[in-house]
């Protein structure tokens, strides 16, 4: 069992910026993919964005060309850079672990991916942290 601890989550004015980080007791060797999820009470856990072993991304269509996620195997940690928060960015965010032995994704355009979510494919999640963004 993989232990996921997030950190860094807070609370901005619209147009801020935060940066989340997953920190992992390991993460799995071989073919994996990792992820970021996000819910709002009283709405669905919803995917956010996720990278794989050959640091492919993929990110849902509301936070596209905003957030970025990556990965430091050094570190065994998970980053998710939010720029240009919005309101609706408001929600507990969570990270998510061994969804391999590849991410769930849909091809948008000639270059971009947007990631599925499918939480059923992953085993491991974090406890969560909160973002709260202000108008």
């Known amino acids: 069992q993989v232990r996921l601890v997030e950190s860094g989550g807070g609370s901005v004015q619209s147009g801020g910026s935060l940066r989340l980080s997953c920190t992992a007791s390991?993460?799995?060797?071989?073919?994996?993919?990792l992820a970021w999820f996000r819910q709002d009470p009283g709405r669905e856990r919803e995917g956010v964005a996720s990278i794989d072993t050959y640091a492919r991304t993929s990110y849902a269509d509301s936070v596209r060309g905003r957030f970025t996620i990556s990965l430091d195997n050094a570190k065994n940690t998970l980053y998710l850079q939010m720029n240009s928060l919005k309101p609706e960015d408001t929600a507990m965010y969570y990270c998510?672990?061994?969804?391999?032995?590849?991410?769930?994704?849909?091809?948008?355009?000639?270059?971009?991916?947007?990631?599925?979510?499918?939480?059923?494919?992953?085993?491991?999640w974090g406890q969560g942290t909160q973002v709260t963004v202000s108008a």
């Open positions: 390991a993460f799995t060797s071989g073919t994996f993919c």
């Open positions: 998510a672990a061994d969804g391999g032995p590849a991410c769930s994704r849909a091809r948008v355009g000639n270059t971009d991916y947007r990631f599925l979510g499918v939480e059923d494919d992953f085993p491991n």
